[in-house]
C-alpha cells in the first residue's frame, strides 16, 4: 500500500503563509490526481484544492480562493500547497489526497483512493 505523508504544518498569525507539502512513503507507479482537504474539530472534511497529474488543471474550494495554490513537482513525487493570507478559520488538521481513478470528480473526499495522516495549521488571531 502507498502511504502519503503531509509536513510543513505549523502555527502561523493571521495573514501570514505557510507552505504545505505532500509526499508517497515510496516511489509510485502511474500517474494520479492529487488533492488537499481539511478538517476543523467538529467540522466535516472540507475540500480544499485538487491539481491534475500534468498540473495544468487545478481547481479550489470557494473559501480559499484566491489564497492558497496548489502544484506538483513529479520529478520529487511532491505536492505543495501554498497558503498566504492566512485567517483563523483556515485552522485545521490538512489531509492530502490521491486519485488513480480517471473520473472527472474530484472535489469530494471519497473521490480519493490513499490518504496522508494530516498535518495541524493553526492561524492565530
Known amino acids: 500500500q502507498v502511504q502519503l505523508v503531509e509536513s510543513g504544518g505549523g502555527l502561523v498569525q493571521a495573514g501570514g503563509s505557510l507552505r504545505l507539502s505532500c509526499a508517497p512513503s515510496r516511489r509510485t507507479i502511474g500517474t494520479y490526481t492529487m488533492g488537499w482537504f481539511r478538517q476543523a474539530p467538529g467540522k466535516e472534511r472540507e475540500f480544499v484544492a485538487h491539481?491534475?497529474?500534468?498540473?495544468?488543471?487545478?481547481s479550489y474550494g470557494d473559501s480559499v480562493k484566491g489564497r492558497f495554490t496548489i502544484s506538483r513537482d513529479n520529478a520529487k513525487s511532491t505536492t505543495y500547497l501554498q497558503m498566504n493570507s492566512l485567517k483563523p478559520e483556515d485552522t485545521a488538521v490538512y489531509y492530502c489526497a490521491a486519485k488513480f481513478s480517471s473520473s472527472s470528480r474530484t472535489g469530494m473526499w471519497n473521490d480519493y483512493d490513499y490518504w496522508g495522516q494530516g498535518t495541524q495549521v493553526t492561524v492565530s488571531s
Open positions: 491539481i491534475n497529474w500534468s498540473g495544468d488543471r487545478t
